[in-house]
């Protein structure tokens, strides 16, 4: 057991209050820092496998996820023109035995339960300011109040603040996938229940995710390659005018689209970086290693890099070494898990018409086939006790 330290955690997300978790239950005095006014809620619903299941047991979240599991039954998807390509059970495109899928909001809930009562939250404000000095970081928070902490930690999303003031602009370690994408909430006029459609035309795709059933609302999804990132950030006017001439409830979404409150807007793109520490700084999450939404699987290196870093500061006395055996002990796990992207999402999101035809020809099999086995990525990284 190392010496008791003062950590700060920039972001209440999943990496966040996963790393508040495990910093003090090792003995460690953790502040955490979120710009929103409170503990995030709502989001797509995520996917945990493999490596983030476990991490999720020895938590002890795994038996609330287990009641708040998403019970997606089917996905259908649609040519241009509306018609069907094919309805296949969840199971054919789930990510094998074990695999859980919860709403970020109960999942972020859940693990903020577990720490409100004996972690410092300071909501609403942020780290404006970092100096990394021998003695610790000071930190200038947004209202002016100075305070030192023995480390920082960056847990604030693919866009982290943190990283920018440490470790130089996005541009150096952005990869830009080839898709940009808005996911945003409207109603469920279309009576879906515990399924996902999707409509699909070369290069672009519309999706209608109803986690539940009745009046819960869809998440909406929209998307569209382009080949080079767009010159400035994406905005809903830009998801309206590329769908504008599109069919089968597409025009119901771009009305929902201008009036929605929730978007988030971005371009698909990964996190690569050559090392995610400086001095007493450390990123965690997708702000160390996002590998973007065309893996599915940004929540679990998330879960599990904050299992992970929390191990190694809590049992090396020097945070060097701790920050050393963090990234080697995940790097492994994180490389072959943003592999999973592929082709930039060329194989669920076809650019081509050819491509389309091929991508649907194999969707039209998996009705007859079992469905698939876990992906070896999921579970390649092993979890020190």
């Known amino acids: 057991m190392t010496a008791r330290r003062t950590v700060l955690i920039s972001g209440a997300g999943v990496a966040g209050l996963a790393l508040a978790h495990w910093l003090h239950r090792g003995g460690h005095a953790v502040t955490v820092v979120e710009k929103s006014g409170g503990p995030r809620d709502g989001g797509y619903p995520v996917d945990l496998r493999g490596t983030a299941v476990e991490v999720a047991r020895r938590t002890g979240i795994l038996p609330r996820l287990r009641e708040a599991h998403v019970d997606l039954r ?7 023109d509306g018609t069907e390509v094919a309805s296949v059970p969840a199971r054919a495109v789930a990510g094998g035995a074990g695999h859980l899928e919860v709403r970020r909001g109960d999942l972020t809930a859940a693990l903020y339960a577990g720490v409100r009562d004996d972690v ?10 970092l100096d990394d000095r021998a003695h610790g970081v000071d930190v200038t928070f947004r209202d002016g109040r100075r305070r030192t902490f023995d480390l920082v930690v960056g847990a604030d999303g693919v ?20 898709h940009v994408f808005g996911i945003y909430t409207m109603p469920n006029t279309l009576g879906l229940s515990h399924e996902l459609t999707m409509w699909n035309a070369p290069g672009r795709a519309a999706a209608l995710y109803a986690a539940g059933a009745g009046d819960e609302a ?5 998307t569209f390659h382009r080949s080079t990132p767009p010159g400035a950030p994406p905005h809903r006017e830009a998801l309206a005018a590329v769908f504008a001439d599109a069919g089968w409830e597409v025009p119901r979404m771009l009305d929902a689209l201008r009036d929605a409150d929730d ?5 698909a793109g990964q996190i690569r970086m050559p090392r995610w520490s400086r ?31 929390a191990r190694a500061l809590v049992t090396h006395t020097d945070h060097t070494a701790a920050f050393y055996v963090y990234e080697q002990g995940t790097r492994p796990y994180v490389t072959a898990n943003q592999a999973l992207a592929g082709g930039g999402g060329t194989t669920l999101f076809p650019s081509t018409a050819e491509a389309l035809e091929r991508r ?4 039209r099999s998996l009705t007859a086939l079992p469905p698939p086995p876990a992906h070896p990525a ?7 006790d």
């Open 159 to 178: 866009h982290s603040a943190t990283r920018g003031a440490v470790f130089g602009a996005e541009e150096r370690f952005h990869h830009y996938l080839g």
């Open 263 to 267: 978007l988030f807007v971005d371009t």
């Open 378 to 384: 999921y579970s390649a990284l092993t979890l020190p």
């Open 74 to 80: 089917r996905a259908t998807f649609l040519r241009a």
């Open 218 to 222: 869809l998440h909406a999804f929209l």
């Open 120 to 129: 410092e939250f300071l909501f609403g404000d942020r780290a404006d300011t």
């Open 279 to 309: 001095g007493r700084v450390a990123l965690v999450g997708d702000a160390a290693h996002a590998p973007s939404f065309l893996t599915g699987q940004g929540t679990g290196l998330a879960l599990a890099g904050a299992y992970m870093l």
């Open 360 to 363: 649907d020809t194999r969707l």
